[in-house]
């Protein structure tokens, strides 16, 4: 990349005047940093980046620097809601104003979006955290969210723990996704879950969900043998479930766990996990991690008696009633 001068022209563009290359710095630094920070492997989010915009079908912004591409921002509607995947500045041009006026744009393009009512987003890679002014902000929610991460040498020695009888713990198959939606819409009823991403609230939308976690790499690739439901025998019915998915080929992390008002307090969630994490130490996972909103205090709890430790915060995000 050219040098650029003390004083550099800073402005936004449409990601859809780009092509793969102009972001190929850009992307090989976030890719690294994923690694670095989180032991994640950014490489399958990064070539889909890339696919798209080749297509001109990347919704978005980037922030240039004399005409250099140094900062992007992209997001997809999906219905009547706004979903901002990713927002990444290049540590060198790193700073609240370039992050802030990122954001700024995106969520300006999407509140005046025909039909778009609602806007969600995590960003794991917003360094700016607290200090971001929310665009928006009358419309805004935040949640604090904390991402954990477990030594699975230890967890596999977690102790079996109590017998959930009559439930049984059995491997995930596909053919279980219509009841898995199902599950979710009923376990996130009135949980604070269910503000911060909405797809929760119906079976419909859990099957999409689901869907997401399965088919594309943003929560890293689906691991069917580190994941598990719960079944009740004497109904038959689903009453909870842990999904697992695969960050490195030697990191886990747990994409979904949740089991039904019914049978909580009861080990059903330990006995899922503790099944996920042995599986993943099995297949030579050497951690695993997953997030969790910082006000779900009975699921922080329970991470932490299995040996899950804070490592990093961040927020998402929720912007309605524009």
Not at 196 to 220: K, M, T, V, W
Request: charged letters at 20%; aromatic letters at 8%.
């Amino acid at each position: 990349m050219a040098a650029l001068s003390d004083a550099p022209l800073a402005r936004i563009v449409d990601l859809r005047q780009l092509r793969a290359g102009d972001l190929d710095l850009l992307l090989d630094e976030e890719t690294e940093v994923w690694r670095t920070t989180l032991d994640w492997d950014f490489r399958a989010s990064a070539a889909l980046v890339r696919r798209f915009l080749d297509m001109q079908a990347l919704n978005g912004c980037a922030l240039l620097l004399n005409g250099h591409p140094v900062g992007y921002c992209y997001f997809v509607s999906e219905e009547r809601k706004g979903l901002i995947g990713d927002l990444y500045v290049m540590q060198e041009f790193l700073s609240l104003e370039h992050e802030q006026r990122l954001l700024d744009s995106v969520v300006d393009v999407l509140t005046k979006t025909p039909f778009v009512k609602r806007i969600e987003t995590q960003l794991l890679m917003l360094r700016g955290g607290s200090r971001i002014v929310l665009p928006q902000k009358q419309h805004v929610r935040s949640h604090r969210r904390n991402f954990m991460e477990v030594d699975l040498s230890a967890a596999v020695q977690l102790p079996a723990g109590k017998s959930a009888s009559p439930i049984l713990i059995d491997r995930w198959t596909e053919r279980r996704q219509d009841d898995a939606a199902a599950l979710i819409a009923t376990a996130y009823q009135g949980h604070i879950d269910s503000q911060i991403n909405d797809q929760y609230r119906s079976p419909a939308g859990a099957r999409r969900f689901l869907q997401n976690i399965i088919q594309y790499p943003g929560c890293g690739s689906f691991f069917q043998p580190a994941s598990f439901v719960a079944v009740d025998t004497e109904s038959g019915k689903l009453c909870g479930m842990c999904l697992s998915s695969l960050v490195q080929s030697d990191v886990g992390h747990i994409t979904q766990i949740c089991v039904t008002h019914a049978v909580r307090g009861r080990g059903v969630g330990y006995a899922l996990m503790r099944g996920a994490l042995e599986s993943l130490a099995i297949h030579g996972c050497r951690k695993a991690s997953l997030t969790v909103t910082a006000a779900n205090t009975q699921a922080i709890e329970l991470y932490d008696r299995m040996g899950f430790r804070k490592t990093r915060h961040f927020s998402a995000y929720v912007w309605e009633g524009f």
